[in-house]
């Protein structure tokens, strides 16, 4: 079965403290998305990436594919970081599969 | 451009009512999804839509129908709610299939 994993489920930090949060999937993938989702509950997308990594402001996103594995990480976290982080990999087609979300907040 | 936009934002049903929620994209984006979050779960696809006038199950289409009015619109219909579908629904659209953009949600209940 494909499946998606994230860790951990639960993030609280310092303000100012380097972020990493982990995603695990079972098989080889076409491509994978980090989304984050605010309290309100609107979904942003912040990565897509099939290799290699991506930057975006505070943000980074790595992949490595031989490894099944994806990070993203946030430098000098802040409270307005708080928010549900998701992982979700295209097995190869066109629909999504999702973990179920990284809680992180930050304490100012 | 307002992106993907949802309504209603909220609704309340009683067991065996009926409704649709309605989803709209003005990126001129080829495929629509709708999704269900449930607490403790991660998104799961219901139906989507790859092109107009072609739709497909997901992972958990019983007790829903769907339609792809035009390439901008894609509603999903629940004939007869139950409890069961008490959840959050989100459509989402996609240019080429991969980067998907999320509408703000749809949080209905049933009792």
């Known amino acids: 079965k494909n499946e998606v994993e994230q860790s951990p489920q639960n993030l609280t930090a310092q303000e100012g403290e380097f972020i990493t949060i982990n995603c695990s999937y079972s098989v080889g993938i076409s491509a994978l998305h980090w989304l984050q989702q605010h309290p309100g509950g609107g979904i942003v997308s912040l990565f897509m990436?099939?290799?290699g990594k991506k930057k975006h402001g505070r943000l980074i996103a790595t992949i490595n594919i031989q490894e099944k594995h994806s990070s993203l990480h946030i430098t000098a976290s802040h409270p307005r970081d708080s928010a549900v982080y998701i992982c979700a990999v295209y097995f190869g087609n066109e629909k999504l599969t999702f973990g179920t979300g990284t809680r992180l907040t930050i304490i100012p | 451009n307002a992106g993907v936009t949802q309504t209603p934002k909220f609704q309340v049903l009683k067991t065996g009512q009926s409704m649709t929620l309605q989803c709209a994209q003005d990126m001129n984006h080829n495929s629509m999804y709708w999704y269900r979050q449930d607490p403790g779960m991660g998104l799961r696809l219901i139906y989507y839509s790859a092109s107009e006038g072609t739709t497909d199950k997901g992972e958990v289409p019983n007790g829903y129908n769907v339609s792809r009015l035009n390439k901008r619109e894609f509603s999903l219909r629940l004939e007869s709610a139950a409890p069961s579908q008490t959840s959050v629904y989100f459509c989402?659209?996609?240019?080429?299939?991969?980067?998907?953009?999320f509408g703000p949600g749809t949080r209905l209940t049933v009792t």
């Open positions: 989402a659209s996609s240019r080429d299939g991969y980067e998907q953009y």
């Open positions: 990436l099939s290799s």
